[in-house]
C-alpha cells in the first residue's frame, strides 16, 4: 500500500519547481502578464495613459507606474524595459516632469524624440497607445539641483531639454529666488520641446529667462559663442547645467573654462554615449567568460557587453553609455580600456561596467 509522503511526492515536486527558485518573479511573470501586465513583479510596470505631440518628431508618454515605484528627483534617468515581438529591449530615458507630477497625481512623463534607425524610439512613436504597459527601473543619474537657490544657467541642444524641464518645472513650482537663465538651442522654431510648457513658465515665474536660438533660422548660422555667454547677468557666478549633443556640450564646457568656471559647477548629462578619442590598435583580445565556459576573440573597440551578445550571453544592461552601472560585472583577470573617460583599468580582479569597457588583450569575466 502506498504511503501518504509517497502519494504526496508529485504534489511536493511540483510545489518545489513552483516556488524553490533563485528568482521566482521569472517563473510566474509571464503568467502574471497574461492576467494582468500591471502585476509583474520583474520590473516596476507601467501604464501608458496619454500620448502627446510636442514636435514633428518628438512626444510626450505620460505614464502611471505601479505604486510600488520609488520616485525620482528633478533631472534624473530611469531605464524602461518594452517587449517588441517578443524581446524585450532595455532603453535609457530623461524624466521630463517634475517630481510634483508624480507625488499629486502618480504619473510620470517621458519625452522622446524619434532617433534615425532607432529601432525603440521608433516603436513607441508608430506602435505604443493608451492602455499599453511598459517596465521601469528605479531613477537613477547625478544631474540634480542643487539644495539652495543659487544663480543657475542652463544650456540645453535639441532633445537635450528633457531633464531641464524637470528641473524647471520644479524650480518654477518652488518660486526658486535666485535667477535661472535657459539658453535652448534648436535648428528651428518648430524643432522647439514643450514649447507651451516652457513659455508657461517664463510667464508665470519672475526669475526665469527663456532664450530660444534657431541656429539654422536668419541670415548666419547661429552657434553657441562667447556673446551669448556675456549676456547672461552675473555669468561667471552661475551654477551651469548642460544637455545636448556632444559637440554643443563641450564647446559649452570649453566656453565656460575660459571664463573661470570650475568643472565643480559645472554639470553635464548626455542623452548620447560620449566617447574619449582611443587609439584602436591595441584594443581587443581574448575574453573568456568564466561561468559560461565560453570564449571569443574581439578586436578593435568592441565593448564586452557586445561581444557578449554576441556570444548569446545576455548580461543585464540598461543605459548602454555608461550612466547606469546596471551592467557592473566581475573581471576576474585582464586589463579594459573604459571608452568614455579613456582610462584604463588596472589587471586583476574588479567591478567594470561591461557596456563602455573594451578588453586590451586577454579579459576573464565573471560571467
Ligand atoms: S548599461 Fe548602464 S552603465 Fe552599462
Redesign the pocket.
Known sequence: MMSLLEKNRPLRWLGKQLFNREDPAAFFDPLLAQVDPMLVRQYVPAKVIEITDETADTRTFILKPAARWAGFSAGQHV?TCIEIDGTRY?R?FSLSCSPAQWKLHGTVSLTIKRLPGGKVTNWMHDNLQPGAVLGLGEAFGEFQLPANPEPLLYIAGGSGITPILSQLETLASEDWRAPVTLLYFVRTQADVIAAERLYAIQKRWPAFNLQVLATEEGETPQYLNDQHLEQVPGVNARRCYLCGPKGLMDLATDLLHKRGIADERIHCTFFAAATAALATDDLGGVVQFARSDLSVSSEGDAAL?DIAEAAKLSP?????????????CRKTSGTVVNRVTGKVSGPGEESI????SIPQGPVTLDL
Do not use: P
Open positions: 531605464n532595455n535609457t557587453l543585464q544592461y540598461g543605459c548602454r553609455m555608461g550612466i547606469c552601472h546596471q551592467c557592473s561596467q561591461l557596456c563602455v
